[in-house]
């Protein structure tokens, strides 16, 4: 349902494929000085002038190599990317089989990575999007509700949340499970486009479409596609998870990710 590429960096500080980037100095979250802060590498696009901006947040794994392929996809589409890395400064490699690092800690992570983005000239200060995976999405869809930003005390909303794979509502009565799993919520400010896999038994589409169709029908602006036979996590390859590279959701994520985000950004 519808709703060599970076050709201008500030240092070559760290190769990733055939992209260069730039570390931003730790930048403190919503914690202070309780944990080290969060970590980020920024990406800018060719061109002078400032540019729309994305928040990108990672999976439950971590910094992973298939957030390479977007941002080199973003930043060829003009638009400067700031890859956050929750886990690494917290001492933390992956929370896929536990939460050392919490939702909540990923998306304060996220709007101080908003703030700090407002600070730089080569930014649009009003066109800054997220753009999160699984653990990341959960979080992105976190900050697209009025009342989360209104708790978290911050009155400036992003201007879209893109969200792979994320898992939006709870399936457990354990608490700590609903936790994790508690993320859509019923109160959108800020438009959204979940892109799921029909084929995906970690964090199933079916959940997050129900409650979208809701919102959809109550004027929440929400919108989604399920790519039929795509499992978790698409856009890896990663067998012993039973995670598949899909090309055909890929591309097609791409395409719609694109257009919304230009929507949204205009």
Same mark, same amino acid.
């Given at each position: 349902?519808?709703?060599?590429?970076?050709?201008?960096?500030?240092?070559?500080?760290?190769?990733?494929?055939?992209?260069?980037?730039?570390?931003?100095?730790?930048?403190?979250?919503?914690?202070?000085?309780?944990?080290?802060?969060?970590?980020?590498?920024?990406?800018?696009?060719?061109?002078?002038?400032?540019?729309?901006?994305?928040?990108?947040?990672?999976?439950?794994?971590?910094?992973?190599?298939?957030?390479?392929?977007?941002?080199?996809?973003?930043?060829?589409?003009?638009?400067?990317?700031?890859?956050?890395?929750?886990?690494?400064?917290?001492?933390?490699?992956?929370?896929?089989?536990?939460?050392?690092?919490?939702?909540?800690?990923?998306?304060?992570?996220?709007?101080?990575?908003?703030?700090?983005?407002?600070?730089?000239?080569?930014?649009?200060?009003?066109?800054? %999007?997220?753009?999160?995976? +699984? #653990?990341?999405? /959960? *979080? @992105?869809?976190?900050? &697209?509700?009025?009342?989360? $930003?209104?708790?978290?005390?911050?009155?400036?909303?992003?201007?879209?949340?893109?969200?792979?794979?994320?898992?939006?509502?709870?399936?457990?009565?354990?608490?700590?499970?609903?936790?994790?799993?508690?993320?859509?919520?019923?109160?959108?400010?800020?438009?959204?486009?979940?892109?799921?896999?029909?084929?995906?038994?970690?964090?199933?589409?079916?959940?997050?479409?129900?409650?979208?169709?809701?919102?959809?029908? %109550?004027?929440?602006?929400? +919108? #989604?596609?399920? /790519? *039929? @036979?795509?499992?978790? &996590?698409?856009?890896?390859? $990663?067998?012993?998870?039973?995670?598949?590279?899909?090309?055909?959701?890929?591309?097609?994520?791409?395409?719609?990710?694109?257009?919304?985000?230009?929507?949204?950004?205009?």
């Amino acid at each position: 349902m519808r709703m060599a590429i970076f050709a201008r960096t500030v240092m070559l500080a760290l190769m990733l494929t055939s992209c260069a980037s730039t570390p931003l100095d730790k930048f403190p979250s919503a914690e202070g000085d309780r944990i080290p802060g969060s970590r980020a590498r920024i990406f800018i696009p060719e061109g002078a002038g400032s540019h729309p901006a994305i928040v990108m947040l990672h999976t439950c794994g971590g910094i992973s190599p298939h957030l390479n392929m977007w941002t080199e996809r973003l930043v060829g589409a003009g638009y400067v990317v700031l890859k956050v890395d929750s886990f690494g400064p917290r001492g933390v490699g992956s929370v896929c089989d536990q939460w050392g690092v919490s939702v909540d800690q990923v998306a304060a992570d996220a709007l101080a990575a908003a703030q700090q983005l407002r600070k730089l000239p080569f930014v649009d200060h009003d066109r800054i %999007a997220v753009v999160g995976f +699984s #653990y990341g999405a /959960m *979080a @992105g869809l976190r900050l &697209a509700s009025a009342s989360y $930003l209104k708790r978290q005390q911050y009155p400036v909303p992003f201007r879209a949340v893109v969200a792979f794979y994320p898992f939006c509502t709870p399936v457990s009565s354990n608490p700590a499970l609903v936790a994790v799993q508690d993320n859509f919520y019923f109160d959108i400010a800020t438009p959204v486009h979940l892109l799921l896999g029909g084929a995906d038994n970690e964090a199933p589409s079916a959940l997050c479409a129900s409650h979208a169709e809701g919102l959809i029908k %109550a004027g929440q602006p929400v +919108s #989604y596609t399920v /790519m *039929a @036979g795509a499992t978790h &996590a698409f856009d890896m390859d $990663l067998p012993s998870k039973g995670y598949r590279y899909n090309q055909e959701a890929v591309d097609r994520a791409w395409v719609e990710m694109r257009e919304f985000l230009a929507r949204c950004m205009s």
